[in-house]
């Protein structure tokens, strides 16, 4: 059964570590190793709380995984032609 908030919500849900360590066949502490060392795509932070976008998250698997300021490059290069 659908909760009542999901079925109305606009956004997509944000992916905890845990949850992006799963995409990925990883653990949640390389995950937070990943994310330290720019190797992942820069998360969002809301108070204390650290989660990505899947949307983003498959965009960058597709891209080949680059670093974090190789792919901010990419999306910002893609940002200028739409």
Do not use: Y
Request: proline share 9%.
């Amino acid at each position: 059964m659908i909760r009542q908030a999901e079925a109305i919500s606009p956004f997509p849900p944000l992916m905890t570590a845990a949850e992006v360590a799963a995409a990925i066949s990883a653990s949640e502490r390389q995950v937070r190793r990943l994310d330290s060392s720019g190797a992942l795509p820069r998360p969002i932070k809301i108070g204390r709380m650290v989660r990505w976008r899947p949307d983003e998250l498959q965009a960058w698997i597709d891209a080949g995984s680059p670093k974090r300021a190789e792919w901010e490059a990419i999306r910002k290069h893609h940002a200028r032609k739409n």
